[in-house]
């Protein structure tokens, strides 16, 4: 055991003895004074989880990683609430957190997430990662990496291989859904390599202009502006701003591209547990360009807070599929910054998020003004796939 992990129970029992009791409603609360140290659910987890780790002391077979068993309960803890986006970061998986929102990692190219099945869901490929290029999509379960298979609740173990080193192999198998409902087995061979993750392109389609976001980083707004304005200075037409599988990001850059955009007034409004309300504002500057907006089921939390706030505000036509409906935002912060004595990090679900007119995302995702959706065979969209991409075309259409 370790020696600060037993000194943390020892304090606790002699306090238990020393300070005494006293009942809140059907809890039992430990003091000193007026300030409440422990109820008595807080004790009991703390207490057995004591004593189970007495039980593993004495009789487990095997050698035992006392690192790797305290990361156990913390992230047990966590799972508990049955919230796959709440969870605790080690020090080597908040590193990994924050190299990817900085604009650079190794990898194969895939955001994913946790089903409530307990299943590893790809949210979407980075355009042009390895993920892309194999045909991965969004909704694909990876069902096995190297040969080993992951439920939801190995989430990192799996992130971790699919990282790994540059010019690594990685051997997957993805379970794909049929029209039938059933799911197809797929093998794909990938190899791991730098991701240079700009997260803003653009280009000219005849006399309109195309921005594809691919995710919200810390330089999304700066590479968004700039793109935004050369394509003005092209005098396009009208712009095209594709947030298809873009699995969101910082709220911060999002809604900066959001107040570029509308006019005066609220952007996304947050609510928390407390029923506290948030309110992030738009200023009077506004863009007038004609614009269509294109959205599929791999558009999540950001992305949906930006399609959500423009289709409200009529500043543009949504087109495509209905959003994946992640409505609410976490928190992210070192552990040391809540006063705890550990190096990794706490991701937390703290807020739920609404739409300027008041209308729920969370589960629901947001609907397009024009459904069109890509035929089932086609795996690449954007303006180097113009003659199958049947949502850009629309969008042009729509703009012509």
Do not use: W
């Not at 003005?232 to 969101?248: E, F, M, T």
Request: net charge negative; hydrophobic share 35%; aromatic share 8%.
């Amino acid at each position: 055991m370790k020696k600060g992990f037993k000194y943390v129970f020892m304090t606790l029992l002699v306090v238990a003895l020393m300070l005494g009791s006293f009942l809140l409603g059907n809890k039992m609360a430990i003091t000193t004074g007026d300030k409440v140290i422990l109820n008595k659910s807080d004790f009991n987890i703390y207490s057995k989880t004591n004593q189970m780790k007495a039980v593993i002391d004495k009789y487990f077979l095997f050698d035992v990683d006392e690192r790797k068993l305290e990361d156990g309960v913390y992230k047990g803890l966590f799972k508990g609430l049955n919230d796959p986006y709440s969870e605790y970061l080690t020090k080597e998986e908040f590193d990994s957190f924050k190299q990817s929102t900085s604009g650079e990692y190794k990898g194969i190219g895939i955001f994913i997430t946790v089903t409530e099945d307990n299943l590893i869901q790809v949210v979407s490929p980075i355009k042009d990662s390895p993920a892309f290029k194999a045909g991965i999509k969004p909704d694909d379960i990876i069902y096995s990496v190297n040969g080993k298979v992951y439920p939801g609740d190995k989430l990192n173990e799996a992130t971790a291989i699919m990282k790994g080193k540059d010019g690594d192999e990685v051997k997957l198998v993805i379970k794909r859904k049929n029209s039938t409902g059933a799911y197809d087995s797929i093998d794909m061979d990938l190899k791991v390599e730098k991701i240079k993750l700009l997260t803003v392109e653009s280009k000219v389609i005849d006399d309109l202009g195309y921005l594809h976001i691919s995710q919200f980083g810390e330089h999304t707004y700066k590479e968004f502006t700039e793109n935004y304005e050369e394509l003005k200075s092209q005098n396009v037409k009208g712009i095209i701003i594709d947030l298809r599988n873009n699995p969101g990001g910082l709220k911060d850059s999002c809604v900066k591209i959001a107040d570029y955009l509308l006019p005066e007034g609220p952007i996304v409004k947050t609510v928390d547990k407390n029923k506290k309300e948030e309110v992030d504002m738009s200023d009077a500057k506004e863009e007038n360009i004609p614009m269509v907006v294109l959205i599929n089921g791999g558009s999540a939390s950001a992305s949906e807070i930006l399609s959500g706030a423009i289709k409200d505000y009529k500043k543009a036509t949504i087109v495509g599929e209905n959003s994946y409906g992640k409505g609410i935002v976490q928190t992210i912060a070192p552990a040391k910054s809540f006063g705890i004595d550990d190096n990794g990090a706490i991701k937390l679900t703290v807020q739920e998020y609404f739409t300027p007119k008041d209308n729920k995302i969370h589960e629901i995702g947001v609907k397009p003004d024009i459904e069109v959706k890509l035929p089932d065979d086609i795996i690449n969209f954007g303006p180097d796939f113009i003659d199958t991409d049947t949502q850009l075309q629309k969008a042009i259409e729509i703009l012509k």
